[in-house]
């Protein structure tokens, strides 16, 4: 379940900032009390019902903390859990469990929550054809992971940054003088990189949706803060010649209506920029 773009490269890297920013120049706390010898278990508990997600990464962090830690796993990323399971039991040198720790169950938190929060709103469009897409309203040093949890979730990722699709959004049309500007200096700027980026369109009313379709060349048109009976009249106008994408004010209670308008995909901010992070601890164990 581990997408591409979780590279091994990006994992050390991740895991070796993130230790140096909690751990800094040592763990005081296990330094001072606990002998360099000592060994130990704890287990993962969920402590609040949800779908569980970071387990993977988990195991990344144990080993690059230390290799002589051994993980022995009980639940999945995706798994759907309830308050008393647990997930994994960790097992060896003391300072090093408590090392791991707060990055294991920082990671493991959020991810879930993020998991917990696609899954639901996933479930919500069953029997459509809509997919769920995430954003790059996300937490910086943290975009990759929250964009895996979405995946655990049964979401889809969107683009991954700036780099990897055109989005032509109301400040690059205005700043531009224009959606017909902003599409033709697009596709002269593709063709002179001889770049194959795909090109999406914000629009804010049906007028703009007929000057993309007019201007013509776009991979898809986004349907932003428009209402449902807007919305279902822009993607009888669209007619498939490209997809389409509603974005703002999309909620648990909005969703399904908007699915229902026939919009290829419905991207939501809020699955990572207002998510409460899952209940999990990491407990000592005899």
């Known amino acids: 379940m581990r997408p591409v773009y979780i590279t091994p490269d990006f994992l050390k890297t991740f895991i070796s900032t993130a230790l140096a920013e909690d751990a800094g120049e040592g763990d005081h706390s296990s330094l001072a009390c606990i002998p360099a010898t000592a060994t130990h278990r704890a287990n993962l508990l969920v402590k609040e019902a949800g779908i569980l997600a970071g387990v993977a990464l988990a195991?990344?962090?144990f080993q690059q903390v230390d290799s002589r830690l051994k993980t022995e796993v009980f639940l999945h990323d995706g798994t759907a859990v309830k308050p008393g399971d647990v997930a994994f039991i960790v097992s060896g040198p003391a300072r090093a469990i408590l090392l791991a720790e707060r990055l294991v169950l920082?990671?493991?938190q959020r991810m879930s929550a993020i998991a917990t929060k696609t899954h639901a709103l996933t479930a919500l469009l069953a029997g459509t054809p809509t997919r769920?897409?995430?954003?790059?309203?996300?937490?910086?040093n943290f975009r990759l992971v929250e964009k895996w949890a979405v995946l655990i979730g049964g979401g889809q990722n969107h683009r991954m940054g700036l780099y990897d699709?055109?989005?032509?959004?109301?400040?690059?049309?205005?700043?531009?003088?224009?959606?017909e500007q902003a599409i033709i200096r697009t596709k002269e700027y593709l063709r002179a990189g001889n770049k194959t980026l795909k090109i999406e369109v914000e629009t804010r009313n049906?007028?703009?949706?007929?000057?993309?379709?007019?201007?013509?060349?776009v991979d898809t048109i986004m349907l932003d803060n428009m209402s449902v009976a807007t919305m279902k009249e822009a993607v009888a106008l669209v007619g498939g010649r490209c997809k389409t994408e509603a974005s703002g004010g999309v909620t648990e209670q909005t969703i399904r209506d908007i699915a229902l308008t026939g919009v290829d995909f419905i991207s939501v901010g809020a699955l990572t920029h207002s998510i409460k992070s899952m209940d999990l601890s990491l407990k000592a164990i005899a």
């Open 106 to 108: 920082n990671c493991m």
């Open 206 to 217: 049906l007028e703009e949706v007929k000057e993309v379709l007019r201007v013509g060349g």
């Open 132 to 140: 769920l897409l995430d954003t790059r309203k996300t937490t910086p």
């Open 59 to 61: 195991l990344e962090i």
């Open 165 to 179: 699709l055109i989005m032509l959004k109301d400040n690059h049309i205005d700043m531009a003088g224009g959606i």
